[in-house]
């Protein structure tokens, strides 16, 4: 059983640089969810995808910031000019929709953890 | 001012002890989970609590969500060391079609051998 991968575990980078971050999903899931986690803080949504569709965007997603999942499987999320304040884990989810009405489980990834500098 | 707000924030104990933590809101939710989360780990399910009034129990656990689905709480019985970590309650909120979730602050428990 391969639950959600996420690549890097750990990212340091200089202020001002870009970084990118991968999320494999569990294989049958349709939706795919980004979150992001502060030092002793519960996760904040940032997007969600249904298949390759962006449906939800959370307002703490700048400009600087863009998720992408081409083909409905893996997505990236990419954070561009870095800021110190970026610093946080990058939790990645995903689930498979359902349709009968009950709002499916999300099952997470163990995180990549950016340190900006 | 968090939609979720848990209680305790921080809790030590003695292994054997029981403990109850709370997950409030204002808001109705479509379901709510609880996750365990270990430092620098994802959050692990633990349950999804669905009907208002539900009770789960899973070994020493035991979930109940509240009647109205605004409140849960997770109660221990007889701790272990193994049960450090922070716990997490999310759920979808009821009045919003997509399924994103909106998290506690968690609470930290450390159990004590």
Redesign the interface.
């Known amino acids: 059983d391969t639950g ?1 991968s ?1 690549d890097p575990r750990h990212k340091i980078t200089k202020r001002g640089q870009n970084v990118t971050f991968r999320c494999d999903p569990i294989s049958e899931h349709n ?1 795919l ?1 980004w ?1 992001r986690q502060t030092l ?6 940032l997007t ?1 995808f249904q298949n390759e569709a962006q ?2 965007k ?1 307002r703490l997603l700048s400009d600087r910031f863009s998720a992408e999942r081409p083909k409905g499987s893996f997505s990236t999320l990419e954070i561009q000019r870095t800021e110190q304040g970026d610093s946080a884990m990058y ?1 990645c ?1 995903s ?1 498979q ?1 359902t349709t009968r009405g ?10 990549t ?1 950016l340190l900006v500098l | 001012t ?1 939609l ?1 707000e ?1 209680s305790p924030q921080f809790l030590s104990i003695q292994e054997g002890e029981n403990l109850t933590v709370y997950c409030n809101s204002s808001s109705v939710f ?2 709510l ?1 609880w ?1 365990r989360q270990e430092p ?6 633990l349950v ?1 609590v ?1 009907t208002g009034g539900e009770v789960k129990k899973l070994k020493r656990l035991t979930f109940q969500f509240g009647d109205a689905r605004k409140d849960s709480s997770l109660h221990i019985t007889a701790a272990q060391p193994g049960d450090t970590g922070l716990y ?1 309650c ?3 909120l009821d009045y919003i079609p ?9 609470t930290r428990l450390m159990v004590k051998p």
């Open positions: 959600v996420q939706r969810y979150y002793g803080q519960g996760p904040e949504f969600y449906l939800e959370s939790l989810a689930s929709r009950v709002r499916e489980t999300q099952y997470f990834g163990p995180g953890r | 968090q979720l848990q479509s379901s989970q996750y620098g780990e994802g959050p692990v399910l999804t669905v997490l999310a759920g979808p997509g399924n994103m979730l909106t998290f506690g602050g968690g």
